[in-house]
């Protein structure tokens, strides 16, 4: 097991506690959208060599990112929301997530926890899950609190992990990577262009089994339905400028309950 330490997660959590922001929206479909997105779906069990985990959600205090790569990824994994006041979600938005044991572990997990979503009611725009990956450890134990800051992913060519939607709820949902260039300046990015256009953020849909199933799913960067989603300004894709990876609801009038295991960045 990786060694984890608590002081990250103190270093982390006001930092993930106010996203409520516009770089977390998503609800276009985008042009190539199938569902399955290109390769996501696609089913490896085993990550490729070369591949570097970011996170396995086996910490006992929160979900954290995984202190491994060059430079080490740091970072915790939070809810947010629309924040519509039908909206139910838990954890809250803006708290962080703990590890949880699934109804049945994902194939060739390497423990017994993995991280379970829940919302409903999020009827503005929805509601979803992330986490940065270079968050600034603070001083003795403090909390970060400053603009956002990228994690290069040049090397990489995408990411895969195991989903797992519990039967009754919405299965469709879309992987995220917000970048600086389309996040607002007052959520720590570096976009002037407004609410309604920074937010439209790199991502690729996919779809869970309906029967409770596990499926592992997997997102290459050169997927041509690796794209935005087409409401709001444009941006070039920059893996070097990528801040977070999100997992998002794609229907405000659905319910969604899941369980996401073991994610891996892919060489």
């Known amino acids: 097991m990786t060694e984890r330490v608590l002081g990250r997660f103190l270093a982390v959590v ?8 516009c770089d977390a929206r998503s609800l276009v479909a985008d042009g190539g959208g199938s569902g ?3 390769q996501a779906g696609t089913t490896v069990v085993d990550p490729p060599i070369g591949s570097e985990m970011v996170s396995d959600f086996e910490d006992l205090a929160a ?25 139910a979600q838990v954890p809250s938005g803006g708290a962080t997530f703990v590890g949880a044991a699934p109804p049945t572990p994902a194939p060739g997990s390497v423990g017994s926890l993995a991280l379970h979503a829940q919302w409903t009611g999020c009827s503005t725009w929805g509601a979803g899950v992330g986490a940065d990956l270079n968050v600034p450890e603070a001083p003795a134990g403090g909390a970060y609190i400053g603009p956002k800051l990228p994690y290069d992913l040049s ?13 009754g709820t919405d299965t469709f949902l879309r992987v995220k990577l917000p970048m600086r260039a389309n996040t607002l300046i007052e959520d720590g990015g570096a976009c002037l262009d407004g609410a309604d256009r920074c937010g439209d953020t790199y991502g690729q849909f996919f779809t869970l089994a309906s029967n409770g199933n596990w499926k592992q799913v997997t997102v290459r960067f050169s997927d041509t339905s690796f794209v935005q989603e087409g409401w709001g300004a444009p941006f070039a ?14 229907d405000p009038a659905e319910t969604y309950d899941f369980w996401i295991d073991d994610l891996y960045l892919i060489r």
């Not at 090397?155 to 039967?167: E, H, N, Q």
């Open 155 to 167: 090397t990489f060519k995408g990411l895969t992990f195991w989903a797992m939607a519990m039967p």
């Open 36 to 38: 399955m997105g290109g």
């Open 14 to 21: 006001l930092g993930a506690a106010g996203l409520a922001s």
């Open 63 to 87: 979900a954290t990112v995984v202190h491994e790569g060059t430079p080490p990824r740091n970072g915790v994994w939070y809810a947010y929301s629309d924040g519509s006041a039908t909206c």
């Open 237 to 250: 894709w920059n893996p070097a400028d990528v801040t977070s990876i999100q997992i998002q609801s794609t």
